[in-house]
């Protein structure tokens, strides 16, 4: 079988690293990305691991000039880009009031508009070539929104809308768009909410785990990441041509209510 090719934004930490562990258990050649210093340390280990071929690129995903070159040299390695996973993402939580315009402009330059310069980069080969997968990683903030995150809902509305049209300009050429809506992840973006909110709440971080950060969810458990990689896997596959213009929840149970 040739290697099907995954470019995945911030894959060097939380969610994308485990997105891209499960891509190269499947053999799919990896474009990691992330800022971790020890992103390169890490994109060899986990291609090593799983006897895959790998490029790393630290590319700042506000820096357009930046991402067209790395799906560039990804192109130039592996002829093609077979699936898009737009993942990077970071968060900022303050009352509009007090909200500093210098992280609105960062969390929609990183969690939005990134993804619509990585989906044009890769978009004229992935037409050529009959076959592409835009993934993108929203939230369940995609869908609902909640106080103090006016920025961070802002852009996962917006990757969700921007996630229908390119489904829909796709369509003809095999391209899909979806995007997967998780609910809280435990990560290192959650892991400072955590303790954020233990402080606030004036509550142990258990406590605070059950009673704030997993209040809207029926199911009291962080989501997997695991979860959110083997949905990614299956949206990736050949036999998902038809599942497209899709936001997923995967949110224990949050969109239910
Ligand atoms: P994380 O902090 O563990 O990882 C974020 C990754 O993005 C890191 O590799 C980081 O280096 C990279 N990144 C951040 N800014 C960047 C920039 N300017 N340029 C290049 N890379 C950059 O966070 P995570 O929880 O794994 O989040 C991944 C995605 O999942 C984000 O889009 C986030 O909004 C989304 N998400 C997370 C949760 C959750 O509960 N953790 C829930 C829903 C959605």
Same mark, same amino acid.
């Given at each position: 079988?040739?290697?099907?090719?995954?470019?995945?934004?911030?894959?060097?930490?939380?969610? $994308?690293?485990?997105?891209?562990?499960?891509? #190269?258990?499947?053999?799919?050649?990896?474009?990691?990305?992330?800022?971790?210093?020890?992103?390169?340390?890490?994109?060899?280990?986990?291609?090593?691991?799983?006897?895959?071929?790998?490029?790393? +690129?630290? #590319?700042?995903?506000?820096?357009?000039?930046?991402?067209?070159?790395?799906? #560039?040299?990804?192109?130039?390695?592996?002829?093609?880009?077979?699936?898009?996973?737009?993942?990077?993402?970071? =968060?900022?939580?303050?009352?509009?009031?007090?909200?500093? @315009?210098?992280?609105?402009?960062?969390?929609?330059?990183?969690?939005?508009?990134?993804?619509?310069?990585?989906?044009?980069?890769?978009?004229?080969?992935?037409?050529?070539?009959?076959?592409?997968?835009?993934?993108?990683?929203?939230? #369940?903030?995609?869908?609902?929104? +909640?106080?103090?995150?006016?920025?961070?809902?802002?852009?996962?509305?917006?990757?969700?809308?921007?996630?229908?049209?390119?489904?829909? @300009?796709?369509?003809?050429?095999?391209?899909?768009?979806?995007?997967?809506?998780? $609910?809280?992840?435990? /990560?290192?973006?959650?892991?400072? =909410?955590?303790?954020?909110?233990?402080?606030?709440?004036?509550?142990?971080?258990?406590?605070?785990?059950?009673?704030?950060?997993?209040?809207?969810?029926?199911?009291?458990?962080?989501?997997?990441?695991? /979860?959110?990689? @083997?949905?990614?896997?299956?949206?990736?596959?050949?036999?998902?041509?038809?599942?497209?213009?899709?936001?997923?929840?995967?949110?224990?149970?949050? +969109?239910? =209510?």
């Amino acid at each position: 079988m040739k290697h099907k090719i995954a470019l995945i934004t911030g894959s060097t930490s939380g969610i $994308g690293l485990g997105i891209a562990e499960a891509f #190269a258990a499947k053999g799919y050649n990896i474009i990691f990305n992330g800022l971790e210093e020890n992103g390169s340390e890490i994109a060899r280990k986990v291609a090593g691991q799983h006897q895959v071929d790998f490029l790393f +690129s630290g #590319a700042n995903m506000l820096q357009p000039e930046a991402l067209r070159e790395m799906v #560039a040299q990804g192109t130039e390695k592996f002829g093609s880009i077979d699936v898009l996973i737009n993942n990077a993402g970071i =968060q900022h939580v303050a009352a509009i009031e007090d909200f500093p @315009e210098e992280k609105w402009n960062a969390i929609i330059g990183i969690n939005l508009t990134a993804a619509f310069h990585l989906t044009k980069a890769v978009w004229p080969n992935m037409k050529a070539q009959k076959f592409g997968r835009i993934i993108n990683i929203a939230s #369940a903030h995609g869908l609902f929104a +909640s106080e103090f995150k006016s920025a961070y809902v802002a852009a996962k509305h917006g990757i969700v809308g921007f996630t229908k049209t390119a489904a829909l @300009e796709g369509a003809p050429y095999n391209i899909t768009a979806n995007a997967i809506c998780p $609910g809280y992840v435990k /990560t290192p973006l959650v892991e400072k =909410q955590i303790a954020d909110q233990a402080k606030a709440h004036n509550l142990p971080e258990n406590e605070v785990v059950k009673k704030v950060i997993l209040a809207k969810q029926a199911v009291k458990d962080f989501v997997p990441v695991s /979860t959110i990689a @083997e949905l990614a896997l299956f949206l990736a596959s050949e036999n998902a041509t038809t599942l497209t213009g899709a936001a997923l929840p995967v949110d224990g149970g949050w +969109s239910a =209510q």
